[in-house]
C-alpha cells in the first residue's frame, strides 16, 4: 500500500511539476503578447509618424511647386522687362544714328557757311582795297 501512496505523490509531483511548467508557458506567451502589443502599437506610431512625414514632404513638394511658379512668373517678367529696356535702347540707338546725320549735316552747312564767309570777307577785303584806292585818286 505504501508503494501505492508514494505512486500517487509522484503522479501528484508531476501533476504539480505540469501545472507549473504549463504557468511558465503561459506566462512566457503572455510576457510574448505583450511584447507582440508593443512592436504593434511601436509599428502603427511608426507608421502614422511616416504619414505625417509624407504628409510633411508633400506639402513642402507643392510649396516648393509654388515658388518655382513664382519664380517662373518673375523671370517671365523680367525678360519682358529687358526686353522692353532692349527695344528702348533700340530706339535711342536709332535716334543718335540720326542725331548724327544731323549733326553731320549742319558741320556740311557751316563748313559751307564759313566758306561763303570767307568769299565775302576776300570780296569785302577787294572792295575796300577798290574804295580805299579810288580814295587815294581823288
Known amino acids: 500500500m505504501e508503494l501505492y501512496g508514494a505512486r500517487a505523490w509522484l503522479v501528484i509531483g508531476i501533476a504539480i511539476l505540469g501545472w507549473v511548467l504549463a504557468i511558465i508557458g503561459l506566462a512566457s506567451s503572455l510576457a510574448n503578447y505583450n511584447i507582440a502589443m508593443y512592436y504593434r502599437t511601436t509599428t502603427i506610431f511608426c507608421i502614422s509618424q511616416y504619414n505625417a512625414l509624407a504628409r510633411n514632404y508633400t506639402t513642402l513638394a507643392n510649396r516648393t511647386l509654388g515658388i518655382i511658379e513664382y519664380l517662373g512668373n518673375v523671370t517671365l517678367i523680367n525678360a519682358y522687362a529687358l526686353n522692353q529696356t532692349g527695344q528702348v535702347l533700340i530706339g535711342l540707338n536709332q535716334t543718335l544714328v540720326m542725331n548724327n546725320a544731323l549733326m553731320n549735316q549742319v558741320a556740311w552747312e557751316l563748313r559751307a557757311v564759313n566758306q561763303t564767309m570767307a568769299e ?7 572792295l575796300i582795297t577798290a574804295v580805299n584806292s579810288t580814295n587815294s585818286i581823288r
Open 120 to 126: 565775302n570777307n576776300a570780296l569785302l577785303e577787294a
